[in-house]
């Protein structure tokens, strides 16, 4: 999964618009939306730490190719009757 798909997903599930997650973060919105529009070539660390931590993920995971791990089974069992 590419970053820009990571970013835009993450972003809307926090219910951030592109501005909202730039102001907060300390970059440009125009740099969000490259980002999400897959326009950049290459992407400054210190961006991709503020979004990072931002958006409660590692900076890796953003740049990571291989999809997310499924979420972990509840171990707590229904109680049968």
Do not use: C, H
């Not at 979004?51 to 291989?66: I, Y």
């Amino acid at each position: 999964m590419a970053i820009y798909v990571r970013l835009r997903e993450l972003r809307s599930a926090l219910g951030l618009t592109q501005a909202e997650l730039a102001a907060r973060a300390g970059v440009r919105r125009a740099t969000v939306s490259r980002l999400e529009n897959s326009r950049v070539g290459a992407i400054d660390l210190g961006v991709l730490e503020k979004l990072a931590d931002l958006l409660g993920v590692e900076p890796g995971f953003l740049l990571s190719r291989t999809p997310p791990a499924p979420p972990a089974r509840s171990r707590v069992r229904a109680r049968r009757d």
